[in-house]
């Protein structure tokens, strides 16, 4: 099949993408393209081709991930939808210029629940963008003025080591625990700038035994690594939330780190949550990874392996 298809950004990369993925031959001259291979697969590769070259400058190059999901949808039989369900959902631009936008139907449901819920609970494996996602949202509150601050929490659960071995007083401790934190918000904000903020108490970064007590006006709060929080803990942290406040709870259920008989607040949260208007609870797997491609593969190893065992 041979069909006109208009240079666009990033077209050699696609071409080669398509090839692999939908084990099609692609022969490209000029605005021509023919493509070789199965009906279907043919057919699939032409109408992806076709929606590409139309989409807008704000989405070309397009982003490897949403290309990879709209090819999955293209050999399931059904339409790329993904390409479209893209357009517009930028959550917020970085001091590079960069836009942070959701990459998979996974990522963008949780953004739109993040849109539309006062509480947001994001369950699902390392590397789908729970936090990053969370904390670009919080910037973007925060630069339209919705809200006042923003405060990340994480519990302080040691995962085969001990704290007192590490040196220095509780606070040098515990910051490795919330480096994780700085991360996501060194890769959106300029370091000054990020430390700036936390200077001026518009970031404040706390381990979770330090929120008892706190009642939170006017903030975007997270709470990442929830899976490590107790029940008691749980409750006590979404009691936290003063007027005007959001919280995100970001968590992965298979990485608990709690001492061996000791509940996750997490796991059974939703059991005692769903259904209440204003919270949300959106589940994110690997399909929905955005790391290295072989992070996805390894996730879901993990998943097929600890699959087995349980029916075992």
């Given at each position: 099949m041979s069909i006109k298809v208009p240079p666009f950004p990033g077209q050699d990369r696609v071409l080669e993408e398509l090839e692999r993925g939908l084990s099609v031959q692609i022969l490209h001259r000029g605005d021509s393209v023919t493509i070789r291979g199965g009906e279907e697969a043919i057919r699939g590769a032409a109408e992806l081709l076709s929606r590409i070259s139309a989409l807008g400058d704000d989405l070309l190059p397009l982003d490897p991930h949403v290309l990879r999901e709209?090819?999955?949808?293209?050999?399931?039989?059904?339409?790329?939808s993904s390409l479209e369900d893209a357009r517009g959902l930028v959550v917020y631009q970085t001091a590079k210029g960069r836009q942070v936008r959701p990459h998979t139907k996974g990522q963008r449901d949780?953004?739109?629940?993040?849109t539309a819920s006062d509480v947001t609970f994001a369950i699902g494996p390392a590397g789908t963008?729970?936090?990053?996602?969370?904390?670009?949202?919080?910037?973007?509150?925060?630069?339209?003025?919705?809200?006042?601050?923003?405060?990340?929490?994480?519990?302080?659960?040691e995962a085969g080591e001990r704290l007192g071995f590490l040196p220095g007083d509780i606070m040098e401790k515990v910051e490795p625990y919330l480096r994780p934190l700085y991360d996501a918000f060194f890769d959106l904000l300029s370091p000054d700038k990020f430390m700036r903020l936390l200077d001026r108490k518009v970031i404040e970064i706390v381990p979770l035994a330090y929120m008892r007590g706190r009642t939170l006006n006017d903030s975007f709060?997270?709470?990442?690594?929830?899976?490590?929080?107790t029940p008691e803990q749980m409750k006590m942290f979404l009691?936290?939330?003063?007027?005007g406040s959001r919280a995100v709870i970001t968590g992965d259920v298979t990485q608990v780190d709690l001492p061996q008989g000791r509940e996750s607040g997490l796991a059974g949260v939703e059991a005692i949550l769903g259904g209440i208007e204003g919270i949300s609870f959106v589940r994110l797997s690997a399909a929905d990874?955005?790391?290295?491609?072989?992070?996805?593969?390894?996730?879901r190893a993990y998943e097929d392996h600890e699959g087995k065992g349980r029916e075992a």
């Amino acid at each position: 099949m041979s069909i006109k298809v208009p240079p666009f950004p990033g077209q050699d990369r696609v071409l080669e993408e398509l090839e692999r993925g939908l084990s099609v031959q692609i022969l490209h001259r000029g605005d021509s393209v023919t493509i070789r291979g199965g009906e279907e697969a043919i057919r699939g590769a032409a109408e992806l081709l076709s929606r590409i070259s139309a989409l807008g400058d704000d989405l070309l190059p397009l982003d490897p991930h949403v290309l990879r999901e709209a090819m999955e949808e293209v050999r399931r039989g059904g339409p790329p939808s993904s390409l479209e369900d893209a357009r517009g959902l930028v959550v917020y631009q970085t001091a590079k210029g960069r836009q942070v936008r959701p990459h998979t139907k996974g990522q963008r449901d949780y953004v739109r629940a993040l849109t539309a819920s006062d509480v947001t609970f994001a369950i699902g494996p390392a590397g789908t963008g729970k936090t990053y996602l969370a904390a670009a949202f919080a910037l973007s509150m925060l630069k339209r003025g919705a809200i006042n601050r923003i405060v990340l929490v994480r519990p302080v659960v040691e995962a085969g080591e001990r704290l007192g071995f590490l040196p220095g007083d509780i606070m040098e401790k515990v910051e490795p625990y919330l480096r994780p934190l700085y991360d996501a918000f060194f890769d959106l904000l300029s370091p000054d700038k990020f430390m700036r903020l936390l200077d001026r108490k518009v970031i404040e970064i706390v381990p979770l035994a330090y929120m008892r007590g706190r009642t939170l006006n006017d903030s975007f709060i997270i709470l990442d690594e929830a899976q490590n929080t107790t029940p008691e803990q749980m409750k006590m942290f979404l009691t936290r939330m003063g007027m005007g406040s959001r919280a995100v709870i970001t968590g992965d259920v298979t990485q608990v780190d709690l001492p061996q008989g000791r509940e996750s607040g997490l796991a059974g949260v939703e059991a005692i949550l769903g259904g209440i208007e204003g919270i949300s609870f959106v589940r994110l797997s690997a399909a929905d990874v955005v790391r290295h491609p072989i992070v996805q593969k390894i996730v879901r190893a993990y998943e097929d392996h600890e699959g087995k065992g349980r029916e075992a």
